[in-house]
Structure formats: C-alpha cells, structure tokens
C-alpha cells in the first residue's frame, strides 16, 4: 500500500515538471514570433498608440542617412510631377461634372412644366383668338394674358425676329396652338378675334430685307383683314408711331398726319404701316370689317431681343458689359417708353371697346436719349460705362411723344408701370441672357408682377 502511495506521487511530480518545461517553452517560442513580426512590419515613428514600454523599446532606432543633392532634386521633381498629374485629374473631373450638369440640365428641360394658372372659361366667354407674329417681344405677351384668362390662343409666327422660348412654356396646353406660318401667304383659320402684330419693328430688322417689310404691313395685312372678312372676326391692326415720321407737331395726336421721307430708309417700315392702316379702313367701309387700329409708341421690358438695335437694349447691354454707351446723334432727342405690359392692357381695352378711330398707345414721359443714357448706368450696379456720342442716324425723329387723351377718355387707359421699375425688370431680364449657358423651359422669363396684376 506505501509502495502504491509512492508510485503515485512521483508519477505526479513528473507530469508536473514536463508541464512546466512545455510552458516556458510556449512563452519563449512567443517572444521570439512576435520579433519577427516586428521585423517584418515596421512601424512609422509617429505611430505609438497602442505600444507597451517593452515594444517601444523594440522598434528600430532611425539612423541618419546621407542623401546626395542630386537624388534630392529627383525627388522633388518626381513629386512635383505627381502634384501636376493629380492636378489634371481634379481639372479632368472637374470638366467631366460640367458636362454631367449640362446633360441634366437638357434633361430637366424635356421634363413637362406646370403650367401658369389659367382661368376657366365656358363656352359662351371663351373666345378663339390668333395672334400673328405671337412669339415676337409685344405678341408674347399678349399671349400670356390671353392665356390666362382662359381663351384658345392661336400663334403665328415665322420666327423671323420671334422665337419659341418666348411661348414654350404654353406648348402642349389644351387651350394653345403654334402654327409656323409667314402671313404674306394666305392662311385659313377660324377665329373671334385677330390681333394683328406681325412685322419687324426695329430699325435693323426692318432695314435688313426691306421689301419683306412692305410685303408683311401690305400683302399680309390684306390676307388678315380677307380672313377677318370671311370669318367675321373682329381686328385690331398694330400701327406704329412711325406714321408720323419726323414731326413737326409735338405731343402727337392722332388727328396728326405725319412727315414721313417715302424714300428714306425707313420708309419701308413708315409706309408700310401708312397703307396697313389704310387698308383696314377700306375693308371696315367696303366690307364692314370691324377695325381697331393701335398707334404703338417705344416700348420696352423682357423679351426684347438682345441685339435688336433699339435705345433700351443696346444701352442695357452695353451697360451690363461695363462697354462704352454709345449715344447716336447730339443725344438731345426725345423719346417716351412704355412699358411692355402697359401696351399689352391698352392692346386688350382697344380690342374691347367699341372706339374705331386710330389710337395712341405709349407713355407721355419724355426723356432725352442722353437722359436715358444716365438713368440706365445709374440702374445698373457696378456699371463702369462711359457715355459717348456717335454719327447721327439717317432721317432719325428729333422730338416723339404720344397725345393719350383719346386714350384716356374712351379706353379709361393709361401707362401705370414707372420708367425706374420698368426698367429694373428689363435690365434683370437682361442679365438673365447673358448668365444663359443651356437653354430649357423653366428658365422662360414670366413676369410675376405682371401676372399677378392680371
């Protein structure tokens, strides 16, 4: 039984010492793996977080090492390179989001836009209306009224100084319809009202192809009047206050009979307009066609065109580009502007009225060309412009400016928007162009307050 008891207990005894000996063994072998793991990966100097005492006195001790100067420089060099290489990636990447913000920007214009608010007309109230020359600067935005109050709209226009950015925000509307048309060419369609606007109006533009100026207020002032004539439809012709030339009467009333070069440079225009309101008055006593004409004095506001050589944008834009003003003649002629949507209202109390007589429509406000000039530099902030005089302009009016009694007294219609706010819509207009990179819908230019005046 002892002898047992001693067995036993030296068994013992040598489990425990070979346990002992293959756990130091286990420890040693550890410190040495964790060595060569940090051989095998080391760390950079900043790098100390997470370090015990023992490991930091581990970690490889830096030595300085020369360097020569010209391996230097090839080291600048090669990281200067890497600086550029990485520069032109951020200029490619840059370039390639520009492209990506255009493509969304076409896309974003594909997108249907709600419409402006339309009012809603029975049939007895709603009234089928064309508008020829509907995408130009006054006929849009004729046709935005119109639209609004719940009327069928038709547009005709052949986009010789129209264009559809000017009406795009009505395509595919159930009360609109745009017919690319040129009106020397006779045209059937069934209407209630005819607002016949369809001609240049500025000097450039009339003076490019002249005898397709005469053509448009003469042959195409027949067709509309020989439409208005079978359908039975009322017509308002857009006369101008070129009727009266260089006048000798000052304000002009409507009784003035003008002063007008027949062969000047501007006669296409003047006489063209002349015979169009002639011809509307033969029509109305031969035919008895119902004939409104509106003797259309300088307006101005959104829309204009930005090269179209009128005082109010060629100023404005040379404003805007801090460019020389430039002021044509002596600077001491006389014009009075009106805004765009005060026409637009006479236009419409014209068409209304029972008043069959030609009818001034523009704003009394006389200013000097030079005047203007200022007013516009003043409006304009930053503006670095200088104002200089340049050669007269041929047969240009010295002196112009409406009589609006008659206006007054049987439209109840007078000019409401002033020069300084009128001219501040325009001159945002015009910024808007030239900040204009892509074209697309939402960037069509309605005017909130007009809008919601009406």
């Not at 005894?13 to 095998?40: E, G, N």
């Not at 009589?403 to 001219?423: C, F, M, R, V, Y």
Request: charged letters at 25%.
């Amino acid at each position: 039984m002892i002898r047992q008891s001693l067995k036993f207990r030296k068994t013992v005894t040598i489990i425990c010492v070979l346990a002992l000996l293959i756990f130091i063994f286990l420890i040693l072998r550890q410190d040495k793996f964790y060595d060569i793991q940090i051989d095998k990966e080391p760390r950079s100097d900043d790098d100390f977080q997470g370090l015990s005492y023992r490991d930091f006195n581990r970690l490889p001790k830096k030595e300085n090492i020369y360097v020569p100067r010209e391996e230097k420089i090839k080291i600048m060099e090669s990281n200067a390179k890497s600086d550029d290489n990485s520069k032109k990636e951020l200029q490619e990447a840059k370039a390639r989001i520009e492209e990506l913000e255009k493509k969304l920007a076409v896309l974003e214009g594909r997108i249907p836009q709600k419409y402006p608010d339309v009012k809603y007309l029975g049939y007895k109230l709603r009234k089928r209306i064309l508008v020829t020359g509907g995408a130009g600067f006054v006929g849009s935005h004729l046709v935005d009224i119109l639209m609004m109050q719940g009327h069928e709209v038709i547009v005709v226009d052949n986009f010789f100084t129209g264009r559809k950015r000017n009406v795009e925000h009505w395509f595919g509307h159930r009360n609109f319809e745009m017919i690319h048309h040129d009106i020397v060419n006779p045209l059937y369609v069934e209407a209630d009202e005819i607002y016949h606007l369809a001609s240049p109006a500025s000097p450039p533009h009339y003076m490019q192809n002249p005898v397709k100026t005469i053509k448009t207020n003469t042959l195409g002032t027949i067709n509309m009047l020989g439409l208005a004539r079978r359908v039975g439809a009322k017509i308002l012709i857009a006369s101008t206050s070129e009727v009266y030339g260089d006048p000798m009467v000052h304000p002009q009333p409507e009784s003035y009979w003008g002063h007008v070069n027949p062969i000047g440079p501007r006669a296409c225009y003047d006489e063209g307009k002349r015979v169009a309101e002639t011809l509307a008055y033969s029509y109305a006593k031969q035919e008895n066609v119902s004939v409104r004409v509106a003797r259309i004095f300088n307006t101005y506001g959104p829309r204009m065109h930005v090269s179209d050589g009128r005082v109010v944008s060629n100023f404005v834009m040379q404003a805007l580009q801090n460019l020389t003003i430039t002021v044509y003649g002596n600077g001491k002629q006389t014009r009075s502007f009106c805004y765009v949507s005060d026409l637009v209202d006479g236009l419409l109390a014209l068409m209304d009225s029972s008043y069959t007589l030609p009818v001034n429509i523009g704003n009394p406000v006389e200013h000097t060309i030079e005047e203007f000039a200022v007013i516009i530099k003043n409006l304009v902030p930053g503006c670095r412009s200088t104002v200089a005089t340049g050669a007269a302009v041929e047969d240009d009016p010295q002196r112009r400016r409406p009589d609006i009694t008659i206006a007054e007294k049987h439209l109840n219609w007078s000019p409401k928007i002033s020069l300084q706010e009128g001219l501040q819509r325009t001159i945002d207009y015009f910024k808007e162009e030239l900040s204009r990179t892509t074209f697309y819908n939402n960037q069509t230019y309605m005017d909130a307050k007009v809008k919601a005046s009406h």
